[in-house]
């Protein structure tokens, strides 16, 4: 197998690509990264000293590529699937790319201060840390509905890159600090983003190992257990 993928099955930057894998319907094997097991990232910290999950391990071409965006980019270029997921149009592109940033800094990021706050004691908490992540969250539930609106994917009229990081950021931010009740272009995105087969296949995966995440007490009975299995 060419493509090793060092992941964890519950982190979300992981999903992004792992999304992006199942679209591209590239064959990769998973090495499993365990926080708790120092061995487990040995091999990751090797490749990419800060220690962050996913890394692409290129076997066959002896590259090996971090960070979510960039191995997604990689993976279209030389891995890619039937349709592109950064699209050849320069200024589709460019908003392919606005919009994947955008899900990384602005959703995925004050989501995770919510949930590696729940995982300190007590006393290590920031709570003013928190009141900002979610400020931010609703920045950008209200910028996410305007620029939903009339469309089915977050930066074109077919699924890219965007929506690879979209799904994640928003099933667990969605959980965190919960969509406003009048968002129903957002709310109706995200169900769309759910039912997409690589999104779905991602979640099964994931669904294993829903108890370790902090906020499993908050999570609704549809993502626990999908209608239908
Ligand atoms: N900018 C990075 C962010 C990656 C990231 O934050 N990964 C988390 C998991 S979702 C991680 O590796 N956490 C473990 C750690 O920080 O030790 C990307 O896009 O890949």
Same mark, same amino acid.
């Given at each position: 197998m060419d493509l090793l993928l060092y992941y964890h099955p519950l982190a979300s930057f992981c999903h992004k690509v792992?999304?992006? !894998? *199942? /679209? =591209?319907?590239?064959? @990769?094997?998973?090495? !499993?990264?365990?926080p708790g097991n120092p061995a487990s990232r040995e091999p990751l910290l090797d490749i990419w000293p800060v220690g962050k999950m996913p890394v692409l391990h290129d076997v066959g071409r002896g590259v090996a590529v971090p960070e979510?965006?960039?191995?997604?980019? *990689?993976?279209?270029?030389?891995?890619?699937?039937?349709?592109a997921l950064v699209p050849a149009d320069p200024d589709i592109a460019r908003e392919t790319r606005l919009w994947d940033r955008f899900f990384d800094l602005y959703v995925q990021q004050p989501m995770q201060k919510f949930v590696l706050d729940r995982l300190r004691g007590e006393h290590e908490r920031d709570p003013r840390g928190? #009141?900002?992540?979610? $400020?931010?969250? +609703?920045?950008? *539930? +209200?910028?996410?509905?305007? =620029?939903? /609106?009339?469309r089915a994917w977050a930066a074109c009229d077919r699924f890219t890159l965007a929506?690879?990081? $979209? #799904?994640?950021? !928003? @099933? *667990?931010?969605?959980?965190?600090?919960?969509f406003p009740p009048g968002h129903h272009n957002l709310a109706r995105y995200f169900e769309r983003l759910m039912a997409r087969s690589s999104v779905r296949h991602t979640y099964d995966e994931a669904r294993p190992y829903f108890h370790l995440f902090p906020y499993r007490d908050a999570m609704p009975e549809h993502l626990l257990a999908p209608e239908g299995r």
């Open positions: 792992l999304i992006a !894998l *199942y /679209e =591209q319907g590239n064959e @990769f094997r998973g090495e !499993l990264v365990e979510s965006s960039i191995i997604i980019e *990689y993976l279209d270029r030389h891995h890619p699937g039937d349709a928190v #009141a900002e992540a979610a $400020a931010t969250l +609703d920045t950008a *539930y +209200d910028m996410l509905e305007a =620029q939903l /609106e009339g929506d690879c990081a $979209a #799904a994640p950021a !928003l @099933f *667990y931010a969605g959980i965190v600090r919960p």
